[in-house]
């Protein structure tokens, strides 16, 4: 469709059957065929993903078909292909992009879960090695002849650290590597990686693009031919998104735009108001002129998200009293949805990370990541006063 950004959120890839304004869920496990020539060629395009031609929801469903084709529109990506959750989007690229004997160079202080699972690579045959993503130097020199991926996850969870995707692509292009980026906190609305140079965009589904903080769901995004590999990895693995997940993101997604520019302005608005606040001892928002790379964020996407973290004087017990005393803003781990939540790294995302490794990425004990929701932001200013006010 050629539209712009918030008219393909809506009107891409809608079915209309049956008349329907909205594109119904597709809620089976099987289909039915009336021939044995129908069902040989149902089972054929399923597995081709050549809709349509569905045989079995784990090869391909309508409702997917649907989601995919708006996420790679509004990624500017050519496929896109459904999954379970952000995590089995990661681990399908990482399976289907690398064998035995292979190399992937990661970014250091990235979602803890994702860091865990390619840590794991060297029990399936596979390497890894992390680097500081701020500098592309130091991706550059940790690329070697058998590195396959380079894994951005830009801002990053939870510190909001920033990469230049399109510096370093042109580094692992030269040395044959693919670049995959994370996009989940800035979403295709603020940053569009594939067309800075990225080959694989990958989504946690769960935040930003349901947006609700209802569903789990991942998206992985790039070339047809990568994601027709995806996709049998997915067939052969299992990690397959359910139908009626696929139609609340797609609901959700319609939203996106306009979800995203108020996350965003009520992350600024928070973000400005704790720099000047006593009990705050620092303050991590890539909109903000102190952020380290505050340049290079406004370069590369169109505007900062909802993420902000924030260091609370007094450590652990600084932050226990405000998470605790917070009564709008919930203490909870995921984000991306209406309702704000603060979250503790060093006892909840973090807590299996020794402290001697938690200090080294620059998560303290008084740290706090906050998903900054709809509400109206003096309402959750005026939460965040009352509960600092009390330290
Ligand atoms: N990528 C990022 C940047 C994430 O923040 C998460 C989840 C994932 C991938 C994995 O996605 P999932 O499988 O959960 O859909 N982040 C979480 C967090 O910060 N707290 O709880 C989950």
């Known amino acids: 469709m050629n ?17 329907a304004l909205v594109t119904p869920i597709c809620q089976t496990a099987t289909f039915k065929f009336k021939t044995l020539e129908e069902a040989k060629n149902a089972i054929e395009l399923s597995l081709e993903r050549d809709a349509p031609g569905y045989a079995y929801t784990r090869f391909s469903n309508p409702t997917h078909t ?15 292909l459904a999954t379970a959750s952000g ?46 993503q701020t500098r592309p ?54 940053q569009r990686p594939l067309k800075l140079g990225a080959d694989i965009v990958i989504h946690s589904a769960t935040k930003y693009l349901s947006g609700h903080l209802d569903t789990m769901g991942g998206v992985i ?17 299992g990690g397959i998104m359910n139908p ?40 991590r928002y890539p909109g903000l002129a102190s952020h380290p790379q505050h340049k290079l964020a406004s370069k590369l996407a ?14 652990l017990a600084g932050a226990r009293k405000l998470l605790e005393t917070a009564r709008l803003c919930s203490l909870a781990v995921s984000l991306g949805g209406p309702e704000t939540l603060l979250e503790h790294p060093a006892t909840m995302s973090h807590l299996k990370m020794p402290p001697e490794d938690r200090a080294a990425l620059g998560i303290s004990d008084g740290l706090i990541r906050m998903s900054v929701g709809l509400e109206d932001a003096e309402d959750i200013i005026a939460d965040l006063a009352a509960a600092l006010r009390k330290l």
């Open 302 to 315: 169109g505007g900062f998200g909802g993420m902000v973290a924030f260091e609370v004087s007094g450590g």
């Open 244 to 283: 009626f997940n696929a139609w609340l993101i797609t609901r959700g997604i319609k939203t996106l735009p306009i979800r995203m520019e108020k996350h965003s302005g009520n992350a600024m608005a928070v973000a400005r108001w704790l720099e000047n606040e006593p009990g705050v001892a620092k303050v």
């Open 87 to 132: 995590m089995a989007a990661i681990a399908t690229v990482i399976f289907t992009a690398m064998k035995k004997g292979d190399h992937l160079v990661s970014a250091g202080g990235i979602y803890t879960t994702t860091h865990a699972l390619f840590a794991k690579l060297p029990a399936w045959g596979m390497e890894v090695s992390f680097a500081d």
């Open 137 to 190: 130097a130091d991706i550059a020199s940790n690329i070697k002849r058998n590195t396959r991926l380079v894994f951005l996850e830009t801002p990053s969870n939870p510190l909001l650290d920033v990469a230049d995707i399109a510096e370093i692509a042109e580094i692992a292009g030269k040395q044959g590597a693919r670049v995959v980026v994370d996009n989940t906190f800035l979403t295709p609305y603020y």
């Open 66 to 80: 649907a989601l995919e084709k708006k996420v790679a529109s509004l990624e500017e990506g050519q496929a896109a």
């Open 221 to 237: 995004v790039g070339e047809k031919d990568f994601l027709k590999a995806c996709a049998d990895t997915v067939t052969l693995m």
């Open 3 to 19: 539209a712009g950004f918030h008219t393909r959120a809506i009107h891409e890839a809608e079915t209309h059957l049956g008349g």
